[in-house]
């Protein structure tokens, strides 16, 4: 018999994707999915990626700079746009979208990079897998009779949208930079598993596809929007021919074989023939507004042409989980892996901040060791408790690493000057 959804909630979603793992009774009229989007929302997890690098660590001092928690926010906002322009359930990829950088640990990516490399032994660390892991286990909110841990306890359609490689480390793909991709650690297969059911193997559902499309344009967009704001990004140089097929041969170092050089070219003038890109920059407030604009201009830009391609190949009122694909028309694709490209030229790949993230990596990894090295004693009273219910030497491992992923980067910095610089 077909279970009629609670208020708020599209037709097109049934039972079997308002189940929750461990099973719950509301008596309520607030859908499930907004009940999914609002203990997000009240998580501990997102009030600490206040405190998380998203490009720039909230360390420096400069607080233009977004962090992972407004960052997160952005994509938020542009997702839910996405998903109610393509008739998905907009909570659902809200929810998605708000969760998607749980799992970095402090200083982002290069924080990641030293995380996996310190527990490669123990299967690795890779930020979306410890996305799931907060969401069902880690994050303290729903609890079994017998004490087991359920995290948030997501309904099972947002725990999915929040899945953005659905495959283990043994089946990863490495992205642009090197980095393996996978989407959960050995043990939390049996929940993914139960997310997973009736998926098709490694086939994301719509939802997080959006979420992901959202993350994208967020992250080009943006991000290049505070390099130039905090003066990473030299406009004169940006315009520059003299400079131009050097600064082009680095971002096709960085968005690697996803694109030829001539579509990545013709990518970047396409940019720069909008009328509203930047030729000058003085710091300005007319400048800064100026910015703005080129900013709301791109992500329309991105964000409607995906819809439009995606209507047009599913002509069909609602589309959701598992019954269509986003459609990213390649231009667009390639004028947004051309945004992530400059920024990555200007930061990531600028010589003078490798020592700032080599010494970033090496606090981690000794602070890592200095944990592991005292156990229960210098652990959070969560993690000490998992420390102490830990079947084997990896299981402990696994602790610690769930415990330094967790910490912002200003308590990263104080807990290794506490702990290994004292």
């Given at each position: 018999?077909?279970?009629?959804?609670?208020?708020?909630?599209?037709?097109?979603?049934?039972?079997?994707?308002?189940?929750?793992?461990?099973?719950?009774?509301?008596?309520?009229?607030?859908?499930?999915?907004?009940?999914?989007?609002?203990?997000?929302?009240?998580?501990?997890?997102?009030?600490?990626?206040?405190?998380?690098?998203?490009?720039?660590?909230?360390?420096?001092?400069?607080?233009?700079?977004?962090?992972?928690?407004?960052?997160?926010?952005?994509?938020?906002?542009?997702?839910?746009?996405?998903?109610?322009?393509?008739?998905?359930?907009?909570d659902v990829v809200d929810t998605a979208c708000l969760a998607h950088d749980l799992g970095h640990p402090p200083f982002g990516h290069n924080g990641e990079r030293a995380?996996?490399?310190?527990?490669?032994?123990?299967?690795?660390?890779?930020?979306?897998?410890?996305?799931?892991?907060?969401?069902?286990?880690?994050?303290?909110?729903?609890?079994?009779?017998?004490?087991?841990?359920?995290?948030?306890?997501?309904?099972?359609?947002?725990?999915?949208?929040?899945?953005?490689?659905?495959?283990?480390?043994?089946s990863s793909v490495a992205d642009a930079s090197g980095r393996e991709k996978f989407g959960f650690y050995a043990d939390d297969t049996a929940v993914f598993e139960w997310?997973?059911?009736?998926?098709?193997?490694?086939?994301?559902?719509?939802?997080?596809?959006?979420?992901?499309?959202?993350?994208?344009?967020?992250?080009?967009?943006?991000d290049f929007e505070d390099a130039i704001v905090n003066g990473y990004i030299d406009v004169d140089v940006l315009g520059s021919p003299a400079a131009h097929d050097g600064?082009?041969?680095?971002?096709?170092?960085?968005?690697?074989?996803?694109?030829?050089?001539?579509?990545?070219?013709?990518?970047?003038?396409?940019?720069?023939?909008?009328?509203?890109?930047?030729?000058?920059?003085?710091?300005?407030?007319?400048?800064?507004?100026?910015?703005?604009?080129?900013?709301?201009?791109?992500?329309?830009?991105?964000?409607?042409?995906?819809?439009?391609?995606?209507?047009?190949?599913?002509?069909?009122?609602?589309?959701?989980?598992?019954?269509?694909?986003?459609?990213?028309?390649?231009?667009?694709?390639?004028?947004?892996?051309?945004?992530?490209?400059?920024?990555?030229?200007?930061?990531?790949?600028?010589?003078?901040?490798?020592?700032?993230?080599?010494?970033?990596?090496?606090?981690?990894?000794?602070?890592?060791?200095?944990?592991?090295?005292?156990?229960?004693?210098?652990?959070?009273?969560?993690?000490?408790?998992?420390?102490?219910?830990?079947?084997?030497?990896?299981?402990?491992?696994?602790?610690?690493?769930?415990?330094?992923?967790?910490?912002?980067?200003?308590?990263?910095?104080?807990?290794?000057?506490?702990?290994?610089?004292?």
């Open positions: 018999m077909a279970v009629e959804p609670r208020s708020g909630e599209l037709r097109s979603y049934g039972e079997f994707d308002r189940e929750r793992w461990l099973p719950e009774q509301h008596s309520g009229r607030r859908s499930d999915f907004a009940r999914d989007r609002a203990r997000l929302f009240h998580s501990s997890a997102l009030r600490r990626l206040a405190a998380k690098t998203q490009v720039l660590s909230p360390t420096v001092g400069l607080d233009f700079a977004r962090n992972r928690l407004t960052h997160s926010l952005e994509v938020a906002q542009i997702g839910r746009e996405l998903a109610t322009n393509l008739g998905l359930n907009p995380l996996s490399e310190w527990s490669a032994d123990i299967g690795g660390f890779e930020g979306n897998a410890q996305t799931l892991r907060l969401l069902t286990r880690l994050e303290p909110k729903v609890f079994g009779p017998d004490g087991h841990p359920y995290g948030l306890n997501l309904t099972r359609a947002s725990l999915d949208a929040s899945c953005k490689y659905p495959w283990p480390i043994q997310l997973r059911e009736g998926a098709p193997d490694r086939v994301r559902c719509i939802e997080a596809q959006v979420m992901d499309l959202s993350d994208d344009i967020a992250y080009s967009v943006h600064l082009m041969a680095k971002v096709k170092d960085w968005v690697g074989d996803e694109f030829t050089t001539d579509e990545l070219e013709a990518a970047h003038q396409r940019l720069t023939a909008m009328e509203q890109w930047l030729h000058s920059w003085n710091g300005s407030r007319l400048d800064q507004a100026r910015l703005k604009n080129l900013t709301s201009q791109l992500i329309g830009r991105f964000a409607r042409n995906a819809t439009l391609a995606t209507r047009a190949a599913y002509p069909r009122p609602s589309l959701t989980r598992y019954s269509a694909q986003v459609v990213v028309p390649p231009d667009e694709a390639a004028e947004i892996g051309v945004m992530k490209g400059l920024t990555a030229a200007f930061i990531m790949s600028n010589n003078d901040r490798q020592p700032v993230y080599r010494r970033q990596r090496e606090l981690l990894v000794g602070l890592a060791d200095a944990l592991l090295a005292t156990g229960p004693a210098d652990l959070d009273l969560g993690f000490a408790e998992d420390w102490r219910a830990a079947s084997d030497d990896a299981a402990r491992k696994r602790v610690v690493v769930d415990q330094v992923a967790s910490l912002t980067d200003q308590a990263a910095i104080s807990w290794f000057e506490r702990l290994v610089q004292q």
